[in-house]
């Protein structure tokens, strides 16, 4: 009588810290790629983004890289990566990243995305808050 509820609470264990640790990998890419940005994003002008761009994707190596979806920097002022970023701004740059969590041997995904399109719902309830359920967010000031 007791093996179901074990079992079921030793898949949420699981499931939570794969999750979390997907949150903790994520966060830290996302810091990587906002420090490249504000340590070489006045040096490196217009190529700044890129550069953090991809020192973002390389530091989420247990992450699948081509489903991090990763915002459009945007600075103090308001503009993108279009132009060389000037040294004092502030910019911000956002990761998200989807969730698929099944329960094995039963037809119940807590959060069936596999590549964050849209905010499940099973019986009328929404399963996610929204479309990514990992998000991470950082600021730094452009050197």
């Known amino acids: 009588m007791v093996l ?15 999750t979390f640790f997907n949150y903790v ?4 890419a996302v810091a990587v790629g906002a420090r490249t940005l504000g340590t070489t ?4 002008g217009t190529n700044a983004c890129a550069t953090a761009n991809t020192a973002l994707t390389t530091a989420a190596g247990n992450l699948n890289a081509s489903q991090i979806t990763i915002a ?7 503009y993108t990566c279009t132009s060389a970023p000037v040294a004092g701004d502030a910019a911000t740059i956002s990761a998200t990243y989807p ?7 039963t037809s119940i ?4 995305m596999t590549g964050g399109s849209s905010s499940p719902k099973q019986g009328g309830v929404t399963l996610c808050p929204s479309a990514y359920c990992i998000v991470a967010t950082t600021t730094v000031y452009v050197e």
């Open 4 to 18: 179901p509820v074990l079992s079921i609470m030793l898949l949420s264990i699981i499931y939570g810290g794969i």
């Open 25 to 28: 990998e994520l966060a830290n």
């Open 41 to 44: 994003g006045a040096a490196q």
């Open 72 to 78: 459009p920097e945007t600075f103090a002022m308001g």
């Open 99 to 105: 969730c698929n969590l099944p329960i094995p041997f």
């Open 109 to 112: 995904n807590l959060c069936p």
